[in-house]
């Protein structure tokens, strides 16, 4: 089982960036899917969750607005679109899969599966 994030890179304040979170090794369609990221020296956040058929979303009160989780699941992937990026959207990206059947969480300790994490940074 694989999560592989993708998309990640060098923006600057006010681009955007579509981030990918291809799953492999098992189909996660019936999985509640969620981003969290990391900046140096801090705690990994909640970023966004969506629950297993796209119907329901979340987001962190510091994205609402700005980013959008999608997913397709034709093609078992996840998706966070970011737009209108701040320097303090800057972190290690970070895509996760709940158990079967779970619902949507912003604890990252109640996601089972992780990726390997995309950087974003945002600077001029």
């Known amino acids: 089982v694989q999560l592989q994030a993708s998309g990640g890179g060098l923006v600057q304040p006010g681009g955007s960036l579509r981030l990918s979170c291809a799953a492999s090794?098992?189909?996660?369609?019936?999985?509640?899917m969620g981003w969290f990221r990391q900046a140096p020296g801090k705690e990994r956040e909640f970023v966004a969750t969506?629950?297993?058929?796209?119907?329901?979303?979340y987001y962190a009160d510091s994205v609402k607005g700005r980013f959008a989780i999608s997913r397709d699941n034709a093609k078992n992937t996840v998706y966070l679109q970011m737009n209108s990026l701040k320097p303090e959207d800057a972190a290690v990206y970070y895509c996760?899969?709940?158990?079967?059947?779970?619902?949507?969480?912003?604890?990252?300790?109640?996601?089972?599966?992780w990726g390997q994490g995309t950087q974003v940074t945002v600077s001029s």
């Open positions: 090794g098992r189909t996660f369609i019936a999985n509640a």
């Open positions: 996760a899969a709940r158990s079967l059947l779970s619902a949507i969480s912003m604890r990252p300790g109640e996601y089972m599966y």
């Open positions: 969506i629950n297993s058929n796209g119907g329901t979303t």
